[in-house]
């Protein structure tokens, strides 16, 4: 790169070795921004039912429009749920109130214990994990970071979530948000089972049937085979944890510490100085670059044993050479052993078990005069992009990054909130094309199934006016079947109400003048 000096040497041959090129964002990507920032300003003047129709000159390209601007406004969603969750949590550990609460429940339990009876477990089993959740508060308190594993579940601490009876009975803040708004966890499409396999049991479920709603709130749901209900969950967080990896980790400028708001570090030991927690933290971020991560999907091939198991050619490797030259790999053995401390093994990052640091406005930044990187913290005084040396004293802050860049813009301004987009084409290609425009107008009909016996019969009630029997409507969810956007050809072949619609967005550009007029 002449403005860097990136090399660009060691790619395939296939692929494109100039770092010059022409850069367009596609129609996808541009029709979804439109969509989100359209359907944001709905949201703001009509909350309680805001929707939106988008028009292409094609049943193909209607097609097409609805999986992406699902496909990717889940992107941002998931991005926008994490810095949420992240902001809230952080901004909900109080000493003061927590202390108070655990003794509130104290007082509680001793008073159920005096007058227990078996009706009253649920309401026993609510207050150990409100208290438990309490403790965690109060050890955190006063900390300026806090692990991921508090809002996001661990698959390699299975034990948390496993079996009929879990020790936490509500899936944590992230899951949980995902789940509400009523949009699949893993799938940007929205439209992928749930798989898993144990002792030569498969099964493949729909997300939903893993929670059930339950006095207000999202809990776990035993499925029918108890041996596959923890294999099921641990698949749904899995591919859940890999979407997360994507926002936290991009190498572009999506990434989280771009954003301004927050950084990804390792725990702080009282043994280290601050300088050392800085250091730690830039070297998180080399190690997600080079694709180190346990939970991504473009995680590099190979476990780290020790640090002659490393390439020489490794990016790890290159960025220690420049701060310690031939003492790299030595270095590189005493990180490989500080990340085991925080469970990382064998060289690779596993997401839950990272600490992320919430900034605050004041906060410095440093940002590369060669390449633009953004650094929340110094660390070793070098980019950890270009290696070009950092000013000695930082030349932004937390605020301004945040306002230059577009997540942290669009996070922090009035009425920010999270929203999802369900979006489905209707042509008249469309096989269920009256369910879809029910479900666009919020007329949601469960398709119930008959409930039948072992003779496949269908079940009645008794009484002298039986009635059939319906299966458990459990996988219908309102929140989850609700159309916000439909995709439909200027045609209008299908004759879709718009009386009430608000706002109306033109997808791509029609290739005639009469598809304009249309």
Known sequence: CPHCGTSYRLRNSEMRLSPIRNFRPGFGKTSQILASELFDVLRLSNPSSPKLVSFSDSRQEAAKAALDIESQNHEDLRRFLLIRAVKEFHSSIDLDTATKRINEIKTELRLLDDTYDESLDEKIDALRAERNKCQKLINLAGKSEFPLSEILEDTQKSSDYADENPKNPQPLRLLRDFASLGVHPSDPAGVKFVHAEIDKQKASVDWVSLFEKRNGGIYWRAQVSPVLTTPLRTSLIAGMTGQ?????????????????????????????????????????????????????????????????????????????RTIHGDGARAELGRLLDRLSEDGHSRGLLSIPKLHIHVTKPEDPAWICIRCARVHLVKGPGICTRCHAALFDFPNSNAAKVAENHFVGRKFNRPGADVFRLHCEELTGQTEDGAERQRNFKGLMVPNLKYKKDSEGKIRYTDGDEPTPIFEDSNLFWEEREEIDVLTVTTTMEVGIDIGSLQGVLQANMPPQRFNYQQ
């Open 244 to 320: 997360i990896a994507s926002v936290l980790f991009s190498r572009s400028y999506f990434a989280l510490e771009e954003t301004g708001l927050a950084y990804l570090c390792l725990s702080r030991k009282d043994s280290e100085s601050s300088e050392d927690f800085e250091y730690n933290t830039t070297v998180v971020r080399i190690f997600a670059d080079s694709y180190r991560v346990l939970e991504s999907k473009f995680a590099a091939p190979g476990e780290w044993i020790d640090e002659y198991t490393a390439g020489e050619k490794n990016r790890i490797l290159k960025f220690l």
